[in-house]
């Protein structure tokens, strides 16, 4: 029995309108923009929120490829601590407070005095330069420093940021006046008489004898063999930051926008792109 026609011819009509409407069934269906109503703008704050963590995420991304070229985690130095003194590196250089060397000395005090908690890194040259001991004031503690002061006379060590300045022959022989910098924390370095010297008691022997490395008046004492070389490059002007475990500490160079400013001005061609922008030409 022959089908009628009309059937026939619906199936014909549906092959050929079907490619039309394909991309209709398969696409999703926008949404209509309502003409009448603005999209929201962000506000100025959180505008400057979101550009401050993608800074803040750049740095970190910038300070971990230093910290790992260099081997620091090898060296016993902790990230949050290296992360730290390259955050005021750069910003003493954005402040011109220091001289063009790039050198940073680097100490941690929540380390136990019987680990080399010293270094002294080339940021330019992405070398760790030195890796040694150092010595906290007697009334810090005994084998860990716990306590700090920036008061005379008080025979502690003093936490925070520092600038080396010039070298010295004193009753300690060859030592390296340091110029504090977080009011509060270590601005009396200078009437204290703050230095980095090398001593006897900042040995390996001494640990051997005493269950721990001896103690300074307040001064980051070095071993003898390392104090002329350590002093040596790191005088005139090279950054110092000595970290420790106190939760009230704070500091202006920690800003971590003002110091990606300045490492972008400085290394421009060196950088990974910052998400969104063009790559550096």
């Known amino acids: 029995m022959r089908k009628p026609r009309w059937r026939y011819m619906r199936r014909r009509l549906s092959r050929k309108m079907l490619p039309l409407f394909a991309p209709l069934i398969l696409t999703p269906l926008a949404t209509p923009v309502n003409q009448g ?106 084998e860990f420093a716990t306590e700090f002061s920036n008061e005379n006379k008080s025979f502690m060590s003093s936490i925070g940021f520092y600038v ?8 300690h022989g060859l030592s390296l006046r340091l110029n504090g910098m977080d009011e509060g924390y270590n601005t009396n370095a200078r009437e204290r008489c703050i230095v980095m010297h090398g001593a006897e008691y900042a040995s390996e022997e001494f640990i051997e004898q005493a269950g721990r490395l001896g103690r300074s008046l307040g001064c980051p004492a070095i071993p003898m063999e390392d104090h002329e070389a350590i002093i040596g490059a790191v005088k005139g002007g090279t950054t110092m930051y000595i970290h420790a475990a106190n939760d009230a500490y704070t500091s202006q160079y920690l800003d971590h926008v003002s110091a990606m400013t300045e490492l972008v001005h400085e290394n421009k061609r060196d950088l990974p792109p910052t998400p969104g922008s063009a790559p550096a030409t």
């Open 37 to 142: 109503t603005a999209m929201p703008h962000p506000d100025a704050a959180t505008l400057k929120r979101k550009m401050t963590n993608i800074r803040l995420m750049h740095f970190n991304q910038v300070a971990y490829n230093l910290y790992s070229t260099m081997g620091l985690q090898e060296a016993g130095m902790r990230f949050e601590v290296f992360n730290k003194a390259l955050t005021g590196f750069y910003n003493m250089r954005h402040n011109n407070e220091v001289s063009d060397k790039p050198y940073i000395t680097i100490v941690d005090f929540t380390k136990s005095s019987n680990e080399k908690r010293l270094w002294v890194i080339d940021v330019e040259k992405k070398e760790l330069l030195y890796n040694t001991y150092v010595s906290h004031g007697r009334n810090s503690g005994q």
């Open 164 to 171: 080396t300045e010039d070298i010295y022959y004193g009753k």
